[in-house]
């Protein structure tokens, strides 16, 4: 059956410009039988994908291309395609992308790990056998890990281009700064010892001298008299100057600690830039320090290519051949002739069959399609002003016809191989078989007591609920009893009351959420994507108790229900005060009912 594996819709962010609908229009055009979807580390394209399939007479095999990264720790997020063999591998996909949307990273990309994937697909889960997976791109998780060395250098030259933006430690502005600084401290010292001195001459007294000279003056020959006087003139006009002095040295003082001041903050900026300065070197130490040497490499990705093929078990894990013509960050050698040779000898070492994709984003290589991907990419840096480049190997990644994957596969493998790489994709879509059988799926609700059933909790909550809303049971009458014994029956016989207990329960964690504090509502806005539901919701409970009214006092089918308002659904208007319906039914059915179930209470 003729297919193409590896294609993205509008649903893998900020990276295709391609809708369902033209997925399988186009490759029905160029006249494939079948068609895969494996968007960006979700599934929610796949409902309309399936039915812009079926509408266009093309089969739809479900998938995704996971992000698998083990922890924050490790250095990057490697690419895994996952598809669907039956319902069963869709439904273990499923799970797993569920999970690894409970591990999302600070940019929000959900990540899987290899214990995600053991636990699911491994040789003693539920799925396995039922899945198909595929090395994916030159980002994938083995050719990824051949790019390890170009990908460390790149992440390297970015973090030496942020160090540059901040100066080093044993720069010499710096150093040059310090002295400066520690120079006019110590002259600032020395004109405060000055002030000091010049203080304390400019306050001598000379009255006391003065009238001391006058009694003198008829005592003492006149020459002995100038000569005193003489004397005092001098200390005198010493004072006077160190007046005029101590005014200078105060301008002085003044003058040199306003530099001080400036130099202190240059040296505060020159210390923060510093910091930053270290801060990147210790990334660049860490990378570094775990850059994988050249001879290591391709061991590495033979056990990794072990390690898909015992998950997924032997024949369902694939080998990808792409060919798109990226370059290196140098623009001198094309990344896919680097690395699919080496992954094609690893795969016949290993005997894991190769299998031929095209990373299609985009429907055709028209302008067109190529400024409209352009534009999509660029909406991930829209806040920083930043257009996404068109480099070359863009005008690639398309739905090619049959002819076009053959030309391109034979720029990386022989002739031969080729073919049986192209084989290998029709494949695995006859392989894979999504029958996707309707039927209900409804949620079970998950916090009962031991040995309780869903029925019985809720009897439980609702029972309890009377006691809040009839105190002392004022007004509790033999019709709200009967009412709420029918309306028991009703919910349980049609398999609702897991319904009803999670609606309340999801309605009681919004009030909560309503009344927490600002502070708790900013630390929940900060760190919400780094929150599993878990960690939310307990979040939540410790921070707040007391109930508010923050959700509506209740709408839709079960409005009327008296169970609905003793438990909490409903708020504020009691249903028999008002002669509410509890179905959606004319008063008088609702009646026959009543006397129906109360005619069964009697006869039983």
């Known amino acids: 059956m003729k297919g193409l594996i590896h294609c993205h819709s509008e649903n893998s962010r900020y ?3 391609m809708d369902v609908k033209t997925l399988c229009k186009r490759a029905k055009e160029l006249g494939y039988e079948a068609i895969t979807l494996t968007d960006h580390g979700t599934l929610t394209g796949i409902d309309d994908f399936i039915s812009a399939a079926k509408t266009v007479g093309i089969k739809p095999i479900p998938g995704v291309e996971a992000y698998i990264q083990e922890d924050e720790s490790a250095y990057r997020r490697f690419h895994l395609i996952l598809l669907a063999k039956d319902d069963l591998g869709y439904q273990g996909i499923s799970k797993a992308v569920s999970e690894s949307n409970r591990r999302i990273d600070e940019h929000g990309f959900p990540r899987m790990n290899k214990d995600i994937l053991t636990r699911y697909f491994g040789p003693k889960a539920a799925y396995h056998g039922h899945v198909i997976a595929t090395s994916a791109c030159v980002g994938g998780v083995l050719a990824g890990l051949l ?3 170009l990908e460390f250098s790149r992440e390297i030259s970015k973090l030496k ?8 430690p044993e720069s010499m502005a710096y150093r040059h700064n310090l002295k400066k600084k520690k120079k006019r401290e110590e002259t600032v010292k020395e004109l405060v010892d000055q002030r000091e001195r010049l203080n304390t001459l400019s306050k001598k007294p000379y ?7 006058e009694k003198l003056k008829a005592t003492v020959t006149e020459e002995e008299y100038l000569k005193r006087y003489e004397a005092l003139q001098k200390e005198k006009d010493e004072t006077e100057r160190a007046k005029e002095s101590l005014e200078e040295v105060r301008v002085r003082i003044s003058e040199e600690k306003k530099n001080i001041t ?6 505060k900026k020159a210390e923060e830039s510093h910091r930053k300065f270290i801060e990147v070197q210790n990334e660049i130490d860490h990378i570094e320090k775990n850059m994988i040497s050249v001879d290591d490499l391709y061991t590495d990705t033979l056990h990794e290519a072990k390690f898909y093929d015992e998950i997924f078990g032997h024949g369902n894990f694939y080998i990808e051949m792409q060919y798109h013509g990226y370059l290196t960050d140098d623009g001198e050698q094309e990344i896919e002739k680097l690395t699919m040779p080496i992954l094609l000898k690893l795969a016949d070492e290993l005997s894991i069959p190769i299998v031929a994709a095209n990373d299609a984003h985009i429907p055709d290589n028209s302008e067109e399609s190529l400024r409209a991907r352009q534009i999509i990419c660029s909406l991930r840096y829209a806040s920083k002003g930043y257009i996404s480049d068109i480099r070359k190997g863009d005008d690639q990644i398309y739905l090619k016809s049959e002819e076009e994957m053959e030309a391109a596969m034979e720029q990386i493998i022989p002739k031969e191989r080729a073919e049986e790489a192209i084989r290998n ?3 695995i879509c006859e392989t894979c078989n999504c029958e996707f059988k309707a039927g209900s799926h409804y ?8 040995g309780e059933t869903a029925d019985e909790a809720l009897r439980r909550m609702a029972v309890k609920g009377i006691d809040k809303r009839f105190p002392k049971k004022i007004g509790w009458t033999n019709i709200y009893k009967d009412r709420l014994e029918y309306e028991l029956q009703v919910i349980a016989d049609m398999g609702y009351s897991d319904y009803f207990l999670i609606v309340q329960d999801f309605l009681e964690f919004g009030r909560k959420l309503g009344h927490l504090s600002n502070e708790s509502l900013e630390y929940l806005k900060a760190n919400i994507k780094s929150m599993t539901l878990r960690t939310l919701v307990e979040y939540v409970d410790r921070h707040q108790e007391e109930l508010g009214f923050v959700v509506g006092a209740g709408r839709g089918s079960a409005a009327g229900s008296l169970v609905a308002y003793l438990v909490g659904i409903t708020n504020i208007v009691d249903p028999l005060k008002y002669d509410l319906l509890f179905e959606r039914e004319k008063d008088c059915a609702l009646k026959i009912r009543l006397i129906r179930y109360q005619l069964n209470k009697t006869a039983a």
């Not at 009255?207 to 000279?213: P, S």
């Not at 400036?262 to 040296?267: A, F, L, M, N, S």
């Open 161 to 168: 281009k942020k160090q540059s933006k901040y100066e080093n």
């Open 15 to 17: 990276d295709s410009a």
């Open 147 to 149: 790019l390890s060395p």
């Open 207 to 213: 009255k006391k001298k003065e009238k001391e000279l």
């Open 443 to 450: 949620p079970k609700f998950q916090s009962l007591l031991p």
């Open 425 to 427: 994709a029709y494949k």
């Open 262 to 267: 400036i130099i202190k903050e240059r040296v």
